[in-house]
DNA sequence: TCTATCATTAGAATTGTTCTAAACTGCTTG
DNA sequence: CAAGCAGTTTAGAACAATTCTAATGATAGA
């Protein structure tokens, strides 16, 4: 048997490169799980997604992966620096694929997320961290009434 | 039987009334589990204190409420403005006692929130909403790595 | 190709929170 | 000071997001 079909969904041989680069430059495993994963999320431009979001998308798309799957990859990501997690209800997290620094307007009706350019909020002044802790992150949730 | 004996620990007579009031002016009926609850959350100054942990000194004081008795005050008391309530890690969520406008630190190994009084924090410009949507608060959390 | 290591999975378990529906209590009215 | 109703409390069940378990499967280096 020579012959391997190939019945995957046609995407764009750039974007696979890109994304299974991604994975390896990261230091994760570009398994089949992953790679469908981190297409579906880095697809498009950039996106605030939850877990259960992206386990219905891969659904959708016939990618066949377990809702655990799905966490691992969204955690591994996160923890190699290519999604950023954010938990503003704490009904559920949201992965953002803006890993840049940026803030986020909060629609607090729909519970959706939009960026913010870091440019965009100017900070004056900020306190220094008690003890003089180093400060990993400052985030600026608008909070908006729609 | 005209003798009614009270056995509920002794606490100053000013800190009831205060806290009878608050409620009574908030629009809430004062019970018993309210009016308990409220002293634990206000006896202190500012504080940022989760249902569980407001469950448990209500036991180590020995007042007698159920759980869900203290989820509905807590969220009574913040649909009336008494407290605020706070989502960051999405653990679990936090209310605050501390209901003016102010920021916070938190400490992601702890899990610990501080506050930052408002003026700390200057903020030159910020966007404004899409759609001219209104504001409804800024929250800033420094993230801090202690 | 072999194999150690890492990843995936189904389903159970955990955890914070909300719901249910019955019992109870604060407050107003007569 | 009843009576009675609306508002409150409660135990425990139910829920939903997430994590764990332990067994199976895949990847990559030798
Ligand atoms: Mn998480
Ligand atoms: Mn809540
Ligand atoms: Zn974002
Ligand atoms: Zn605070």
Redesign the interface.
């Known amino acids: 048997m020579y012959v391997t079909i190939m019945r995957q969904k046609k995407t764009s041989p750039a974007n696979n490169v890109t994304v299974l680069e991604r994975l390896r430059t990261a230091g994760l495993r570009p398994t089949r799980q992953r790679l469908a994963l981190a297409k579906l999320m880095f697809a498009r431009g950039h996106r605030h997604v939850s877990a259960e979001q992206l386990f219905n998308e891969a659904k959708s798309s016939r990618v066949d992966v377990s809702l655990a799957t799905v966490y691992n990859a969204l955690h591994d990501f996160t923890a190699k620096g290519l999604l950023r997690e954010i938990?503003?209800?704490?009904s559920?997290?949201y992965f953002d694929t803006n890993t840049g620094s940026h803030h986020h307007?909060y629609?607090?009706r729909s519970g959706h997320l939009?960026d913010?350019a870091a440019e965009?909020?100017?900070?004056?002044?900020?306190?220094e961290?008690?003890?003089g802790?180093?400060?990993?992150?400052?985030?600026?949730?608008?909070?908006?009434?729609?």
């Open positions: 938990s503003i209800d704490s559920s997290s307007f629609f607090e939009e913010i965009r909020v100017n900070i004056a002044s900020l306190p961290a008690p003890g802790a180093e400060i990993s992150r400052v985030d600026v949730i608008i909070r908006v009434k729609a």
